[in-house]
């Protein structure tokens, strides 16, 4: 029992600095989303507008999953740092190539038209799918 705690103690600063560069890669990819989007998701979730909603979660699990299989695999917090913007990036790639396709969609976010905001959502968490098992491999 001894051993176990010591093994603990030995690696929970580290776990503790892993997790705390994830969190923090997680929230700056989100912080840069909501910077790069041409709607305001903060004040329309604040009305209620449930298309808003349903992008936001779509881009959260985009961005969490793929940084839980890096940080999974990770063997150093510069690692993360280097990782973790690849993840940002890519997910911001997925989210353009949407733009592009749904031309109308930000006009559709703000009225809160759903059925774009799936698609949207489900191209985020695709692409985070892919990217996680990608960095996985």
Request: zero cysteines; glycine letters at 6%; proline letters at 4%.
């Amino acid at each position: 029992m001894i051993a176990a705690w010591n093994s603990v103690l030995a690696g929970l600063p580290v776990l503790l600095a892993q997790l705390a560069a994830t969190t923090g890669i997680f929230f700056l990819g989100l912080i840069i989303y909501f910077s790069l989007t041409p709607y305001r998701e903060l004040q329309l979730l604040r009305q209620n507008n449930i298309a808003a909603a349903i992008v936001l979660v779509g881009e959260m699990l985009a961005l969490a999953v793929p940084l839980g299989a890096m940080l999974a695999h990770s063997v150093s917090v510069p690692d993360i740092l280097l990782w973790g913007i690849v993840t940002i990036i890519l997910q911001l790639i997925a989210a353009a190539a949407v733009a592009v396709v749904l031309r109308q969609l930000p006009a559709a976010i703000e009225r809160g038209d759903v059925a774009p905001a799936l698609v949207l959502a489900a191209a985020q968490l695709s692409a985070g799918i892919l990217n996680a098992a990608a960095m996985s491999g």
